[in-house]
T-cell receptor, first 111, second 114 residues
Framework: KQEVTQIPAALSVPEGENLVLNCSFT??????LQWFRQDPGKGLTSLLLIQSSQREQTSGRLNASLDKSSGRSTLYIAASQPGDSATYLC??????????FGTGTRLQVFP | DGGITQSPKYLFRKEGQNVTLSCEQN?????MYWYRQDPGQGLRLIYYSQIVNDFQKGDIAEGYSVSREKKESFPLTVTSAQKNPTAFYLCASSMSGSGIDTQYFGPGTRLTVL
């Protein structure tokens, strides 16, 4: 059974720092991995989708990498801003057509 | 303006009542999903549908029911059999149910049992 873990559970950093969020999964037979952002009391917004054949994806200040063999993905946020404060969720898509979610990393960026 | 809408935003239910949560999408997506989110537990899949008039149970389907009579609509009924229904419910859709497409999420419905 696929399990997805995100570390750390919470992170507080000063504005301007570069930071890395981690996601690990137990079964490497995945179709893709997605990173989402969730603001308090809101739905999820898709940030990046990495297909299993890809190694990384970039969007603006965000870069996500995927290492299937080790069961890991990282989300790199460059030059963090207070507006980046949110919960970041990773989710793995596999052969069952379902997404399996991690429990998220709650990020706070303070001025 | 394309997207997914959920209503109501907040819902209060007395014990023993059935309630229905609405989810509508105008993205012309084939697949739709219902998730439940509890604090500290991430999202768990309740039901999903890859095509009209067909749906499958997810990981926590007990106490819930769905229908998919139209491509745009995927309502979720929380029945009195659901023992602990207080949670944040999220609806999502994707172009296909193949597992390779991005899922797009609605704003959610927060259900509270009084």
């Amino acid at each position: 059974k696929q399990e997805v873990t995100q570390i750390p559970a919470a992170l507080s950093v000063p504005e301007g720092e570069n930071l890395v969020l981690n996601c690990s999964f137990t079964d490497s037979a995945i179709y893709n991995l997605q990173w989402f952002r969730q603001d308090p009391g809101k739905g999820l917004t898709s940030l990046l989708l990495i297909q299993s054949s890809q190694r990384e994806q970039t969007s603006g200040r965000l870069n996500a990498s995927l290492d299937k063999s080790s069961g890991r993905s990282t989300l790199y946020i460059a030059a963090s801003q207070p507006g980046d404060s949110a919960t970041y969720l990773c989710a793995v898509g596999g052969i069952t057509d379902k997404l399996i979610f991690g429990t998220g990393t709650r990020l706070q960026v303070f001025p | 303006d394309g997207g997914i809408t959920q209503s109501p935003k907040y819902l209060f239910r007395k014990e023993g009542q059935n309630v229905t949560l609405s989810c509508e999408q105008n993205l012309n997506h084939d697949a739709m999903y219902w998730y439940r989110q509890d604090p500290g537990q991430g999202l768990r899949l309740i039901y999903y549908s890859q095509i009209v008039n067909d749906f499958q149970k997810g990981d926590i389907a007990e106490g819930y029911s769905v229908s998919r009579e139209k491509k745009e609509s995927f309502p979720l009924t929380v029945t009195s059999a659901q023992k602990n229904p207080t949670a944040f419910y999220l609806c999502a859709s994707s172009m296909s149910g193949s597992g390779i497409d991005t899922q797009y999420f609605g704003p959610g419905t927060r259900l509270t049992v009084l």
